[in-house]
């Protein structure tokens, strides 16, 4: 395995917490079969800023080992797990965001940002509607948004957009797998980090009872709602794909009737983004306090409102595109849409695909000989 070039002598507060606490548990181990996080530590004896990012992303704070540890606080040693790695996670957000005063700004301003960017950009829409035909207005043509905003319009507003994020994206993901390199891929390790992913298999708790929520119960609910949330997502990007196709290489351009195959991907789509974000977001005003890092709970919610807004706009859009509400709620719909995409690269998304790329080096690490040469080894 190559050696990091990481000093574990640079470690930032957040770096150096997680460090602590993670030499305590190599020494415990009774976490082992919760999830991948402690069987990566356990190859491991230092801790350097590669290995606590890694291991940070890997943990999809499930909560299980605060209840399970012995040294959790009021014991004097504190170990807090989640917590700890919930705080790291947002220095990985920042870190490796580009541009990283974007990252901290929204770090900092979340749930006000990404309302106030979705509200202005939802004025700024329904503003240009207005002028092209009053606040109500029915286009000839029912449920034609070209005629509210025009094809070329959309694609280069939406272009821009698109293309700026998928920068950014790559950019920060560039930079994690740089200081997490991902060697020896395989065929079998990239086919159990996509099972991982696609089941959302950890969020079984490691041993099939589900995740903590308020109490020491496990329970599967906040799989249920992740794969609402995950899958809703998926689906209204698929309807979007599947409506580029038709337009651009079957010469078929919207408006698509219900039945069609965009419309009803969308929908499903749109219900899966009402569903599980309104059920993440009663799990998280309910979660135990000493799970997560109460200073990203403004960034959490707006981007659970966001995901949520989206798909509510975007269903009430469908409902009322043969009307005259049609520029103000599809005005109200591409105001939401937009405000998620500027805001994806810099929050809870990141950790979507950080946790994906960590998840790849698990499987590929957990396949290699450990070179920690101790006992048995
Ligand atoms: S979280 Fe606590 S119980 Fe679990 S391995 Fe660490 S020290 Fe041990
Ligand atoms: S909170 Fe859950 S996912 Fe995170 S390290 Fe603990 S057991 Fe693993």
Same mark, same amino acid.
């Given at each position: 395995m190559q050696e990091s070039s990481f000093s574990i002598m640079n470690l930032g507060a957040n770096e150096?917490?997680?460090?602590?606490?993670?030499?305590?548990?190599?020494?415990?181990r009774y976490c082992e079969g919760f999830c991948a996080v402690f069987p990566a530590m356990t190859r491991r004896l230092e801790f350097n800023q590669a290995d606590v990012h890694y291991l940070a992303n890997l943990c999809h704070n499930c909560g299980a080992c605060l209840h399970a540890c012995q040294y959790a606080p009021p014991h004097e040693f504190a170990v807090n797990i989640p917590k700890g790695m919930a705080a790291l996670r947002k220095t990985?957000?920042?870190?490796?965001?580009?541009?990283?005063?974007?990252?901290?700004?929204?770090q900092r301003n979340g749930l006000f940002i990404a309302l106030m960017l979705s509200t202005a950009l939802a004025f700024f829409l329904g503003l240009s509607a207005y002028?092209? +035909?009053?606040?109500?207005? $029915?286009?000839?043509?029912? +449920?034609?948004?070209?005629? $509210?905003f025009s094809h070329n319009t959309l694609v280069w507003m939406f272009g821009l957009v698109f293309g700026f994020v998928v920068f950014a994206m790559a950019m920060s993901i560039a930079k994690f797998i740089k200081n997490s390199p991902l060697e020896k891929t395989s065929c079998d390790s990239i086919q159990e980090a996509v099972t991982s992913i696609a089941t959302l298999k950890y969020l079984d708790g490691g041993h099939g009872e589900g995740c903590n929520e308020e109490s020491d119960r496990y329970t599967k609910i906040r799989r249920v709602f992740h794969h609402f949330t995950f899958y809703g997502f998926l689906l209204c990007f698929a309807a979007t794909s599947v409506a580029t196709i038709y337009h651009y290489f079957l010469a078929y351009p919207a408006p698509y009737?219900?039945?069609?195959?965009p419309v009803i991907l969308g929908t499903l789509g749109g219900f899966g983004l009402v569903i599980g974000p309104t059920g993440l977001l009663y799990l998280k005003l309910r979660r135990h306090p000493l799970h997560g890092d109460p200073s990203q709970k403004g960034m959490d919610v707006g981007f659970i409102a966001l995901l949520w807004l989206t798909g509510l706009s975007g269903l009430v859009l469908l409902a009322l595109r043969d009307t005259s509400w049609m520029p103000l709620t599809l005005s109200i719909h591409l105001g939401c849409v937009m405000a998620f995409f500027i805001t994806m690269p810099y929050g809870k998304f990141m950790h979507g695909i950080y946790r994906g790329v960590a998840l790849l080096k698990w499987a590929i690490e957990k396949r290699l000989p450990t070179n920690l040469k101790l006992g048995a080894d």
């Open positions: 150096k917490e997680v460090s602590r606490m993670l030499h305590i548990c190599n020494g415990c990985t957000y920042i870190d490796y965001a580009w541009p990283q005063a974007m990252g901290q700004m929204y002028l092209k +035909g009053g606040l109500f207005w $029915a286009p000839t043509e029912t +449920g034609n948004f070209y005629q $509210a009737p219900y039945f069609s195959l």
